[in-house]
Nanobody
Framework: QVQLVETGGGLVQPGVSLRLSCAAS????????MAWYRQAPGKQREFVAT???????NYADSVKGRFTITRDNAKNTVNLQMNNLKPEDTAVYYC??????????????WGQGTQVTVSS
């Protein structure tokens, strides 16, 4: 069994920073890519950022230059540093990880989500 637990959401004013963290635990053999997605009210879940096990990153155009994704392979964690937050960043943020749990089993896992609200 694998669990992803996100922390760090909250209510902030526009222009400030927030850091999200996600920790993977359980029966983990290895973790490939880790990513963040978000879902705003009434909208579909959208990609935010991803990082490979080798630390290659990719970002959605809407967050490039403001968000930074990092990971700690030894701790099975992934972080999302969000700077200069805007009201349109308001959403539930989900952690995602591509995890191998046995030699023959590899699956996609999701966290429960953490709310980020940007409002003055």
């Amino acid at each position: 069994q694998v669990q992803l637990v996100e922390t760090g959401g909250g209510l902030v004013q526009p222009g400030v920073s927030l850091r999200l963290s996600c920790a993977a635990s359980g029966s983990i053999f290895s973790i490939y890519s880790m990513a963040w997605y978000r879902q705003a009210p009434g909208k579909q879940r959208e990609f935010v950022a991803t990082i490979t096990s080798g630390a290659s990153t990719n970002y959605a155009d809407s967050v490039k230059g403001r968000f930074t994704i990092t990971r700690d392979n030894a701790k099975n964690t992934v972080n999302l540093q969000m700077n200069n937050l805007k009201p349109e960043d308001t959403a539930v943020y989900y952690c995602n990880a591509d995890i191998r749990t046995t030699i023959t089993r590899r699956s996609d896992y999701w966290g429960q989500g953490t709310q980020v609200t940007v409002s003055s």
